[in-house]
T-cell receptor, first 111, second 109 residues
Framework: DGGITQSPKYLFRKEGQNVTLSCEQN?????MYWYRQDPGQGLRLIYY???????QKGDIAEGYSVSREKKESFPLTVTSAQKNPTAFYLC??????????FGPGTRLLVL | GEDVEQSLFLSVREGDSSVINCTYT??????LYWYKQEPGAGLQLLTY?????DMKQDQRLTVLLNKKDKHLSLRIADTQTGDSAIYFC?????????FGTGTRLKVLA
């Protein structure tokens, strides 16, 4: 089936640790996005990538890093510099009619 | 302002129509979207409307766009308990997508 997958579904981070969230798509989409969702709030853009080997910071990039070595994959690393990482993280890719298609999300919790 | 605004809550009885409203900010936005989010899940695209349209109907969903007032609405006919979720409107602004804070729809049996 075509779609976007995110793993893991839940992720626990210890203080001072970097963790990486996976996002994979087999939709052949060029552009991919990472968002953060906090309770009762909309989505805030962390990073986006319009094409392989290229990515730009979004509105809240501090404490996060990304790579885009393959079209299918856009992993997000939450670094120790991100002091408030607890949130729901959503990955999306851009399809026809400029519509975004979302993965199921990863919930990151701090131990 | 910069924000896309939505009311936070809406409660309707099963079988009634639901109308969720959204005010967006950029009159040059080309596409406007409605997404549905169920608990613990990602966002599911419900429908979108291109800015040169006033209305779009898709089965139980009707989207109305008032460009002059920058107002977007989503009407769900014959609302069912399975429609209980959070609904987000979003506008495309250049390369970015700006989302509202979401409207939590509760359907009462």
């Amino acid at each position: 089936d075509g779609g976007i997958t995110q793993s893991p579904k839940y992720l626990f981070r210890k203080e001072g640790q970097n963790v990486t969230l996976s996002c994979e798509q087999n939709l052949n989409h060029d552009a991919m996005y990472w968002y953060r969702q906090d309770p009762g709030q909309g989505l805030r853009l962390i990073y986006y990538s319009q094409i392989v080997n290229d990515f730009q910071k979004g509105d809240i990039a501090e404490g996060y890093s990304v790579s885009r070595e393959k079209k299918e994959s856009f992993p997000l690393t939450v670094t120790s510099a991100q002091k408030n990482p607890t949130a729901f993280y959503l990955c999306a890719s851009l399809g026809g009619q400029q519509t975004q298609y979302f993965g199921p999300g990863t919930r990151l919790l701090v131990l | 302002g910069e924000d896309v605004e939505q009311s936070l809550f809406l409660s309707v009885r099963e079988g009634d129509s639901s109308v969720i409203n959204c005010t967006y900010t950029d009159s040059s936005s080309t596409y406007l979207y409605w997404y549905k989010q169920e608990p613990g899940a990602g966002l599911q695209l419900l429908t979108y409307i291109f800015s040169n349209m006033d209305m779009k109907q898709d089965q139980r969903l009707t989207v109305l766009l008032n460009k002059k007032d920058k107002h977007l609405s989503l009407r769900i006919a014959d609302t069912q308990t399975g429609d209980s979720a959070i609904y987000f409107c979003a506008e495309r602004r250049s390369y970015k997508y700006i989302f509202g804070t979401g409207t939590r729809l509760k359907v009462l049996a």
